[in-house]
């Protein structure tokens, strides 16, 4: 059952909302962790999904295999994001695959940890490139051919250190705001042309070995959260799922924080 929206036309069934047969989606760092999941639960929805990756070939081309023999749509795509041309030649890839380029999702990074006072500007340097020039580059490439073909959607993943720091991450901390408000900007400019913009920030995310390479950064995060447990990658893939979605479609400038509820907890 459909209704009626002003200005909006009509209100896909429940059924569709998170329907993504047929459309293309560009998942960015998807070789592992996080933007693997993401870009698995695309696929599950029948998206057809450009797996990028720029060190971890063997996670993206397993990922596209596993996609593939679940009877799904997808590629693999490498660049380095951190150099000038490499997004719009990518986001020109992936268009050129499958005719059609519908979302977004902006999820490589790097995060070393250096002290602040021994941090170096190509330490700064770095960190902003991967985290934050990057995702503009994908953001502007994608955003002219979603803007020509009459809409899309963009996700940008950002972290709960875009609100609040943490020890030796002042540069990756500084590029997650900036991604925060390079957000609210491009949903302003690209609203008009239908494209939507919002971003997730997650929390700390369960990766293999964690608990034993940083047991008491886990147990901290663990304890401040009033919902018990670290994230997990689905629960972000989940979150970027519903923002690119139909369910989405009047949300844009919008951070879906996805934390078990940390940002919430009280600071003392």
């Not at 450009?50 to 397993?62: E, F, N, P, Q, T």
């Amino acid at each position: 059952m459909t209704s009626p929206e002003r200005g909006g036309g009509t209100a896909p069934a429940v059924r569709q909302l998170l329907d993504f047969a047929g459309r293309a989606v560009l998942v960015t760092g998807a070789g592992g962790g996080i933007g693997r999941a993401i870009a698995a639960r695309f696929a599950e929805a029948g998206a057809r999904v450009a797996v990028h990756h720029r060190r971890s070939r063997d996670g993206a081309l397993a990922l596209v295999r596993e996609i593939r023999g679940a009877g799904g749509e997808a590629h693999a795509f490498e660049a380095d994001l951190t150099r000038v041309d490499e997004p719009a030649r990518l986001v020109d890839a992936v268009a050129a695959a499958y005719g059609r380029f519908d979302a977004l999702i902006n999820n490589a990074g790097s995060y070393p940890l250096v002290g602040l006072l021994e941090m170096t500007a190509a330490d700064w340097d770095e960190v902003l490139a991967a985290n934050l020039r990057s995702a503009l580059g994908c953001l502007q490439a994608a955003g002219r051919r979603m803007a020509g073909a009459g809409g899309g959607a963009i996700v940008n993943v950002t972290s709960i250190q875009a609100f609040r720091p943490a020890p030796e991450l002042a540069h990756y901390s500084a590029a997650k705001a900036g991604l925060e408000m390079l957000t609210r900007s491009a949903a302003l400019e690209l609203g008009p042309k239908g494209v939507r913009v919002n971003t997730v920030a997650p929390g700390l995310i369960w990766r293999e070995g964690i608990e034993t390479a940083w047991p008491d950064g886990v147990a901290r995060f663990v304890a401040r959260a009033p919902l018990g447990r670290l994230g997990q990658p689905m629960d972000v893939a989940d979150a970027c799922l519903f923002l690119a979605s139909p369910g989405a479609r009047f949300v844009t400038g919008a951070t879906l924080v996805v934390d078990g509820g940390v940002l919430a907890a009280p600071a003392f």
